[in-house]
């Protein structure tokens, strides 16, 4: 199986207007290929918004940006029935999250109830207003960010909307040289010397085919039990690491097997093979149960966050 040139005209694309930061731009591409849902975590300025636009511009899907803010309200992003004086009847008002690509930028600004509301439509694609449901776009992705360091005005996502996202990505600062060429190319558009137009001619429908071809890409049966055995290790800890066996106060759920399979699946995928080796699992196991785990106290007194358990389970579980 090869990938659809498409997608590598539009990771070229995404290359040419995110500066390094290739760890990022290939969870994207996960994400488009799975249709599973993003939540990006970095401090300000590290180009996760301009990123998130940059994929929506390349697959030409209709793309809205929302700010959440504490004041928002749960029909602000949802819709809401409106009542039409002509008719004497009540209509429906689409709101921004029937679109295909939806950034929810700082989705931890928002308070819990609008939080709530984006549950329905990131698990069962579609919206509840007035007891009737309105289904989402296919491609219907949210691709959200949050940055970890603010504390006041925030509201920390709860479990069960964490387990929504397939992905947790924590975006890291870029090495000195690659911050050189971000100023030079900042330089060039003050010139004048803007990035090349997206031409991908990737629509969404190529996107819906592509994904189908991730869903066949073959995975061992030995491979489907390392990748259990990875999540089950979240659970139950002590069997793998005895002196780690009270730092997780909640294990993943099996949603995180599924992501697991699903992300390791698209990786291949983008490196041109339809079978899944070892190597995919390792590389976005971290990413699947980064949000999926909760170290506990003693963990936490211990400095160890669910990267270093992460790592701990991957070092200690023999790879097939």
Same mark, same amino acid.
């Given at each position: 199986m ?10 070229? *694309? ?9 760890? $990022?731009?290939d969870?994207l ?6 249709g ?26 209709? =793309? ?5 803010t &504490? ?11 409106? =009542? ?5 009847? =009540? ?24 939080q709530?509301? $984006? ?5 069962? *694609? ?12 296919d ?17 920390? !996502? ?15 600062? &870029?090495?000195? #040289?690659?911050?050189? @060429? ?8 003050? =010139?004048?010397?803007?990035? #090349? ?6 629509s ?8 189908r071809?991730?869903? #066949? ?5 030995s !491979? ?16 793998? $690491? ?6 997780? @106060? ?11 399979v ?7 995928y ?18 699947? !149960?980064?949000?999926?785990?909760? &170290? ?11 990267? #270093? ?12």
């Amino acid at each position: 199986m090869q990938t659809q040139p498409e997608f590598l005209t539009l990771r070229q *694309h995404l290359e040419g207007v995110i500066v390094g930061q290739s760890h $990022l731009l290939d969870r994207l591409m996960i994400a488009l290929l799975t249709g599973g849902h993003i939540l990006l975590e970095s401090p300000p300025g590290l180009a996760k918004t301009t990123a998130v636009k940059a994929l929506a511009g390349g697959v030409h899907a209709r =793309f809205q940006r929302v700010q959440f803010t &504490p004041d928002l309200m749960p029909a602000d992003i949802t819709g809401s029935d409106v =009542f039409d004086p002509r008719t004497s009847d =009540f209509r429906f008002m689409e709101g921004p999250l029937f679109n295909e690509i939806i950034l929810a930028d700082e989705i931890n600004r928002a308070p819990p109830k609008v939080q709530s509301a $984006l549950l329905e439509a990131m698990e069962e *694609h579609q919206v509840t207003i007035g007891g009737r449901s309105h289904p989402l776009p296919d491609l219907f992705i949210v691709m959200a960010t949050q940055n970890p360091l603010e504390q006041s005005g925030t509201y920390p !996502l709860p479990e069960a909307q964490l387990d929504r996202f397939l992905l947790h990505v924590v975006v890291d600062y &870029p090495g000195e #040289e690659d911050e050189l @060429r971000i100023l030079e190319r900042d330089r060039q558009m003050h =010139f004048g010397v803007d990035a #090349e137009a997206a031409d991908t001619r990737l629509s969404p429908v190529t996107v819906l085919t592509a994904r189908r071809e991730v869903a #066949e890409v073959h995975i061992e049966d030995s !491979l489907k039990r390392y990748v259990v055995s990875i999540v089950n290790a979240t659970r139950n800890l002590g069997d793998w $690491l005895p002196d780690w066996h009270d730092a997780v @106060r909640l294990g993943a759920s099996p949603r995180a097997t599924l992501a697991t399979v699903r992300a390791a699946s698209a990786h291949a995928y983008l490196q041109g093979r339809d079978y899944v080796i070892p190597d995919d699992v390792i590389d976005v196991a971290p990413d699947v !149960l980064r949000h999926r785990i909760l &170290p506990s106290f003693s963990a936490r007194a211990k400095e160890l966050g669910s990267d #270093e358990l992460i790592s701990g389970i991957l070092g200690a579980i023999p790879v097939p």
